[in-house]
T-cell receptor, first 109, second 118 residues
């Protein structure tokens, strides 16, 4: 079973920030938080990952709470092409990734 | 970033025939690759872990004689669906991690193979 809990769906207006939450209250000390997204009929695309510090790259920002029990993925300026299913995954090195149902983000014009 | 490529992207086959799907790591050597299956409107489910030079490890409920996995080289793993039936129609996806990176490195996924058995 997946170790994460995400809302099944969210809407976001185009151009606004999309904030996708994820709960991972049973995360272990050696486990990282990874975010992927999947656009229809494609393989998952890597977005970002982190251990305990907040991370930012060209695609998104990842905010991890101090107790590491939850995190938020932020897409700063959502576009229509960001419509996808977003998966939050926790895992340690060498482990396979266990996917939950994810959050279906719809970016609306 | 590292690239994982699958072939074919889609395939249609007759019931009872076998289909082979290839997964290649294009710019790194992968001692381990993972095979997932995804049914419509569902999430990815791990089928098996492919280990170079040794037997694959299958998840519970996945028939190893039906889903043959071969990882003969460090850049290629194949999944063969034998005696395919319509219920095997699904989206098959492979992934691998670049071992040259840090131990927290992300996994890279292929573009997936859409199998339709008629």
């Amino acid at each position: 079973d997946a170790k994460t809990t995400q809302p099944p769906s969210m809407d976001c207006a185009e151009g606004r920030a999309a904030n996708l939450p994820c709960n991972h209250s049973t995360i272990s000390g050696n486990e990282y938080v990874y975010w992927y997204r999947q656009i229809h009929s494609q393989g998952p695309q890597y977005i970002i990952h982190g251990l305990k510090n907040n991370e930012t790259n060209e695609m998104a920002s990842l905010i991890i709470t101090e107790d590491r029990k939850s995190s938020t993925l932020i897409l700063p300026h959502a576009t229509l092409r960001d419509t996808a299913v977003y998966y939050c995954i926790v895992g340690a090195y060498g482990q396979n990734f266990v996917f939950g149902p994810g959050t279906r983000l719809s970016v609306l014009p | 970033g590292a690239v994982v490529s699958q072939h074919p992207s889609w395939v249609i086959c007759k019931s009872g025939t076998s289909v082979k799907i290839e997964c290649r790591s294009l710019d790194f050597q992968a001692t381990t690759m993972f095979w997932y299956r995804q049914f419509p409107k569902q999430s990815l489910m791990l089928m098996a872990t492919s280990n170079e030079g040794s037997k694959a490890t299958y998840e519970q409920g996945v028939e190893k004689d039906k889903f043959l996995i071969n990882h003969a080289s460090l850049t290629l793993s194949t999944l063969t669906v034998t005696s395919a039936h319509p219920e095997d129609s699904s989206f098959y996806i492979c992934s691998a991690r670049d071992p040259r990176g840090a131990k927290n490195t992300e996994a890279f996924f292929g573009q997936g193979t859409r199998l339709t058995v008629v």
